[in-house]
């Protein structure tokens, strides 16, 4: 896979996070990662909520996206072919560009921006 390839998909995954960043804390911004965290601190650890990141890999594109760990409800209506991309509980993996399954993350990445407000995590 050209690392072209992997730019595209990455700016696509990274436009899914970018719209809450003024919602949220931007960690890091480079051309091979963007990581957003929440500015409120879970009290256990007094460290951010984690919210989601994409990164550049060496074999792949990987999309983070923390609330669906936390709630995994968000995750019962999605489609085997987006399951298939996941790797553990919160992480989607992309070799290449599929417009259908990045429309389904873009939705299922409003749905947990949602979810943060609607629990005050943001």
């Known amino acids: 896979m050209s690392q072209d390839s992997f730019e595209t998909i990455f700016e696509e995954l990274k436009s899914y996070l970018k719209k809450y960043e003024e919602h949220l804390v931007v960690q890091q911004d480079t051309d091979e990662v963007y990581y957003l965290d929440s500015e409120k601190k879970f009290p256990k650890n007094n460290k951010p909520y984690y919210f989601g990141s994409v990164h550049i890999k060496k074999n792949y594109v990987s999309y983070y996206l923390m609330p669906v760990y ?53």
């Open 70 to 122: 936390m709630f995994p409800d968000l995750l019962e209506d999605i489609t085997p072919e987006l399951r298939k991309r996941m790797q553990g509980k919160s992480c989607f993996n992309f070799k290449k560009y599929d417009d259908t399954l990045f429309k389904e993350l873009e939705n299922l990445t409003s749905r947990s921006f949602k979810r943060f407000e609607e629990k005050d995590l943001i």
